[in-house]
């Protein structure tokens, strides 16, 4: 079997570290907290999340657990149907369904099955805003009635910021405020505007929850635990191979984890610096197409600058005159719209650094296929 898992929820002997911060996270929650997890796509929230979890149903007490991913819902009507698809998959048993849906009261959601999941789907149609706020009270009551304690968490949170019509983030403080049964996490990670709900005084949530700020695995154990499952399933690979995985996918555990799965796919026995070349290549050419699409989003300017941070790896003066010219990228006054432009679009990430900021391509593949480039 293949040791590097690529799907968020990884079982716990191919889940690397995350120790202080598992630890953390469950303290808040013990000492009655909500806790706001926030960090760059794809560096392990969600598979976090799921560990977290996973230790909490352990405990003999253990609490109700129940995870919401609203990444894909666009309005306060999706985000209630996935809220009750989340409750209703936990509770499972017939029995319990139907008291949750008797909660609901006169607006029952259209349930069906996912063909594929075969988990229920729900849909509602509401037809006035008092009817949204009074299911968003029930499903809310329905969790604070629980006879134990009960976990929330909400992924990709700062998805409530696009719904239109009324605005969820007020309502939900309002009903949450009072719970005293129901802690929530609240996962998310465009940073500034997970930073602005829960750190700005005009914000709803402002202050309503312990901030905490998920980093890269560090590099050291990271590299310790590719090595302890290569030995594990009886293949090895050389400190040099697992000093160019950090190197090339920056540390950033997505990347990490691919490539590694990789190069143990591709292996017989031990893995060398040319199984992780090719792995690499092999990554980049598969990915080429979907590179090249993302040339057409945008405008020659913006891929030309791109190009330039990913040849650069890092820049930290984007405006300054020195990066400027040895890519012909034009005058600072005009780039710097370009540079919150590609922010915005997540092509670029912005980290705040003691003197400034930061920026590197968002997508490491993206990156380094960018940067083969002429
Ligand atoms: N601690 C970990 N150990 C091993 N793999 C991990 C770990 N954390 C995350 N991953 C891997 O990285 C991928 C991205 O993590 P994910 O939790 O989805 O990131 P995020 O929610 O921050 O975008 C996951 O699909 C999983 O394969
Ligand atoms: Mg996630």
New binding site residues.
């Given amino acids: 079997m293949n040791p590097?898992?690529?799907?968020?929820h990884?079982p716990d002997p191919?889940?690397?570290?995350?120790k202080r911060d598992t630890d953390d996270i469950i303290r808040f929650l013990d000492n009655g907290a909500n806790v706001t997890l926030i960090?760059?796509?794809?560096?392990?929230?969600?598979?976090?999340?799921y560990?977290v979890f996973d230790k909490l149903s352990e405990r003999k007490k253990a609490p109700e657990l129940f995870y919401v991913d609203i990444y894909a819902t666009g309005s306060v009507d999706e985000f209630l149907a996935v809220f009750a698809e989340s409750i209703a998959k936990v509770l499972k048993k017939e029995s319990l369904v139907k008291s949750f849906l008797k909660f609901l009261g006169s607006i029952r959601p259209v349930i069906s099955q996912d063909p594929f999941t075969s988990e229920p789907k729900f849909s509602f149609t509401f037809q006035t805003d008092a009817e949204r706020r009074y299911s968003l009270k029930a499903l809310l009551d329905y969790l604070e009635k629980r006879p134990g304690k009960v976990i929330v968490a909400i992924?990709e949170f700062q998805q409530i910021r696009n719904y239109e019509g009324m605005s969820m983030e007020a309502l939900l403080r309002t009903y949450i405020q009072p719970l005293t049964n129901v802690q929530f996490i609240f996962?998310g990670?465009r940073k500034h505007v997970m930073a602005d709900m829960f750190t700005s005084e005009k914000s709803p949530f402002y202050e309503s929850a312990a901030l905490y700020t998920?980093d890269k695995?560090d590099r050291d154990v990271y590299a310790g635990?590719i090595t302890d499952q290569f030995k594990k399933q009886k293949k090895s690979i050389t400190t040099e191979a697992v000093d160019y995985i950090l190197d090339w996918t920056r540390c950033h555990?997505?990347y990490t984890?691919s490539l590694c799965n990789r190069v143990f796919s591709a292996v017989k026995a031990e893995a060398g610096l040319v199984d992780v070349l090719m792995g690499a290549d092999a990554i980049l050419r598969e990915n080429h197409d979907a590179f090249l699409e993302r040339r057409s989003l945008l405008t020659p300017r913006q891929w030309k600058f791109l190009i330039a941070v990913a040849k650069e790896g890092e820049v930290s003066e984007p405006t300054g005159a020195a990066f400027l010219q040895k890519y012909g990228l034009g005058a600072p006054s005009t780039v710097s719209r370009l540079l919150a432009s590609l922010v915005e679009k997540e092509l670029l990430m912005e980290t705040k650094t003691l003197v400034g900021n930061d920026y590197c391509v968002y997508n490491v593949f993206l990156s380094r296929w960018l940067e083969r480039l002429k």
């Fill in positions: 590097f898992y690529l799907i968020p990884t191919y889940f690397c570290d995350r960090s760059p796509r794809r560096y392990g929230k969600t598979g976090l999340i560990h992924d996962s990670s998920l695995i635990f555990t997505f984890q």
